[in-house]
């Protein structure tokens, strides 16, 4: 494949796609049947993108603009050629802009759109601009595309041409006016894209938000009498004004869902909305939509994010600085009046103007939830599903929402009875219980089997299971609720109330067990912290337990499945004196302390001690030969 230059070549190159684009237009032409008419809407997009881009460039380069072209988009059908052509007035493309962007760097979502339509049941064309590649989807209506091109400043244009059989060509061309215009060889089996009703029909259904004149080349009537003839005339078929500037109650569902998915190239629609307005010292509109499920592709979905205009004007993408990292997940414009034009990422950072905007962005949004947790808790359920996990980086990340969020967190626990909030818990809690409960874990079937809840199951305590790595922090950072303090039945400080008896028991067990934990803690030396016993378990034998201030046995996988380095911590190992086993083990170290099997049965009990807190043990293979021996035995004595 022959390098991209920068200076223009006189005769027509040709070019080989990048590996997954040709798979991903293998895929756009065999495979997708349904929802072809997306391609219109996404062509828009681009086109107002690109005319979003000059007109912001034209901010700091007045010349960009100096001819006066209006900035818009026209829409052509010629039925004799059987092509359609969108053309734009906006940025435009370099010659080797045509060849990167549209062939030869693979978005980073093209992979992610692969892999998705490749499960089953999901080949549906709709989604192809989630994935940043909404350029390919011309090939659902056409076998050939031209695209000419000719960027702002710059007097060359450039036609590329492709087939989309692994290659495309790129020649120099002719063009009066900057922009871009994208010429479809609409497919025999496709020609109803070729009629003037069809077009409008998909313009005013998918695109009347678009903020710059939609026209679409039309016939009219003109003239009267025998004078009356048939004229090709361009006329906006759109309403060409920002949806956000429209009254709140003049907007439709189906415009929102519409608007959605210009900005988002989501199919799917948002979960809610949220519109304001705020007047006063700063006035802003904002526009604002929670999607419906997290981002197939972190990366590429994130550079959507909330966009900013100021005065109507397009100014960026992704604009982080309006909302913490933990909002994320939030879509949408932010449209300033007082903001400068000229404003950039850096001065963003030190902006007061910003600084208000984020604040009553954050606030508005976390109104938004608060409601809908409140009137609407099986929509909050999906939004938790796909973003519970961000929003509690809030809580391990900042104090200053530490009130709200704590409000809006949700877990699965004993109970089984869906999600529980932590107002819920409280409220349920039984008389005597004078905290809240949690196990943390990889998932929550490991953890309702866990050995730590055993004594407060049986106390009738609901106990949290809490399966995010990020639990954790948000834990340690929330510490209580309602004065309540969060406790781990993880950890080494579990303390339970005991009647006078229970603690006469314990006292005596502590006595009567001493000789076997002090032999258990020469057995398993420095794998641990301490031994002891404990009234933590009623079915296990033994447990492990996390000191203050380490981390959790999930935690700590995780951190070093990513590579993080994890200083080595010791858990304390607590032994069950009412289990038979424990019994018999004493009695075993009574007899004969040095007893070999009994270091054996120690340390096996204490690898299953470590499964059962989602760690790995050392040694896979010793503990298997472990188990056999056991089991051979057992079943020798059980046919006998
Ligand atoms: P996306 O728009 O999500 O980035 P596309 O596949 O639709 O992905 O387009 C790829 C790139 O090609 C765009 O990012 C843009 O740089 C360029 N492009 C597409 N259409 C136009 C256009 N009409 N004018 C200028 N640039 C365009």
């Not at 359920?381 to 996990?389: E, L, Q, R």
């Amino acid at each position: 494949m022959p390098e991209p230059t920068t200076t223009p070549a006189a005769a027509p190159e040709t070019f080989t796609f990048q590996a997954e684009v040709t798979q991903l237009l293998d895929l756009v032409i065999n495979s997708l049947y349904s929802h072809k008419e997306v391609f219109l809407r996404e062509l828009v997009s681009n086109a107002s993108d690109a005319l979003d881009k000059l007109r912001f460039r034209a901010l700091t380069e007045p010349d960009l603009t100096k001819d006066g072209a209006p900035l818009e988009i026209r829409i052509s059908a010629d039925k004799a050629a059987g092509t359609v052509m969108l053309e734009d007035t906006g940025v435009g493309m370099t010659r080797d802009e045509l060849v990167k962007n549209l062939g030869t760097i693979a978005h980073s979502g093209t992979r992610g759109f692969l892999e998705t339509m490749k499960q089953a049941g999901k080949a549906d064309a709709s989604l192809i601009g989630q994935f940043g590649v909404g350029f390919y989807s011309a090939y659902l209506a056409a076998d050939t595309v031209e695209v000419v091109s000719r960027a702002a400043g710059s007097d060359q244009a450039f036609r590329w041409t492709s087939d989309a059989k692994g290659s495309f060509k790129v020649e120099p061309a002719e063009k009066a006016e900057c922009g871009t215009q994208v010429i479809l060889h609409i497919k025999e089996e496709q020609k109803q894209f070729l009629e003037e009703w069809q077009l409008r029909d998909l313009i005013t259904r998918y695109s009347d938000f678009v903020s710059y004149p939609i026209k679409l080349q039309q016939t009219k009537k003109v003239g009267t009498g025998a004078d009356a003839k048939n004229e090709l005339v361009f006329e906006a078929v759109n309403r060409a004004s920002a949806l956000w500037q429209r009254p709140k109650n003049d907007i439709t569902e189906e415009q929102h869902a519409e608007f959605y998915k210009h900005l988002t190239h989501d199919g799917d629609g948002p979960l809610t909305k949220i519109h304001f307005t705020v007047e006063g010292n700063q006035v802003f509109t904002a526009l604002l939509y929670i999607p419906t499920h997290a981002p197939m592709v972190e990366m590429d979905a994130d550079r959507r994010g909330v966009r900013l205009f100021v005065k109507r004007v397009f100014i960026m993408d992704d604009c982080r600085e309006l909302l913490p990292p933990w909002m994320r997940f939030v879509r949408g414009v932010v449209d300033s009046d007082d903001l400068p034009l000229n404003v950039s990422r850096e001065t963003l950072q030190d902006s007061a103007v910003v600084r208000t905007i984020k604040k009553q962005v954050v606030k508005k949004v976390l109104d938004a939830l608060d409601e809908m947790a409140k009137e609407r808790p099986e929509e909050f359920a999906t939004f938790w599903k796909a973003f519970g996990v961000t929003l509690k980086e809030g809580l391990a990340t900042e104090w200053e929402h530490r009130d709200r969020l704590s409000k809006l967190l949700r877990y699965t626990s004993t109970k089984g009875e869906g999600l529980v909030s932590l107002e819920q818990y409280v409220a349920r809690m039984p008389e005597g219980q004078g905290a809240i409960y949690y196990v943390f874990g990889e998932s929550e079937k490991a953890l309702s089997a866990s050995p730590h809840i055993e004594a407060l199951t049986k106390r009738g305590y609901e106990v949290l299971f809490m399966t995010d790595p990020i639990d954790e922090w948000a834990t340690d950072s929330l510490r209580e609720f309602d004065k309540k303090p969060l406790v781990s039945a993880m950890r080494a400080d579990l303390k339970l109330s005991e009647s006078d008896d229970q603690k006469k028991d314990r006292e005596a067990n502590e006595g009567k067990f001493t000789g076997l934990t002090k032999r258990i803690g020469e057995i398993l030396g420095d794998q641990i912290a301490d031994v002891r016993v404990t009234d933590r378990l009623t079915d296990s034998p033994v447990c492990l337990v996390v000191q203050e201030g380490e981390h959790h046995a999930f935690l700590e996988q995780v951190l070093k499945t990513h590579g993080r380095a994890v200083p080595a911590s010791k858990r304390t190992l607590e032994v069950n004196p009412s289990h038979p086993l424990v019994e018999s083990l004493r009695k075993l170290y009574e007899r004969d302390p040095e007893s070999t099997r009994l270091t054996e049965w120690v340390e096996l009990l204490h690898d299953q001690a470590l499964l059962t807190e989602g760690s790995k043990i050392a040694d896979p293979n010793r503990f298997a030969k472990r188990m056999t021996e056991l089991l051979s035995q057992a079943a020798s004595a059980a046919i006998v």
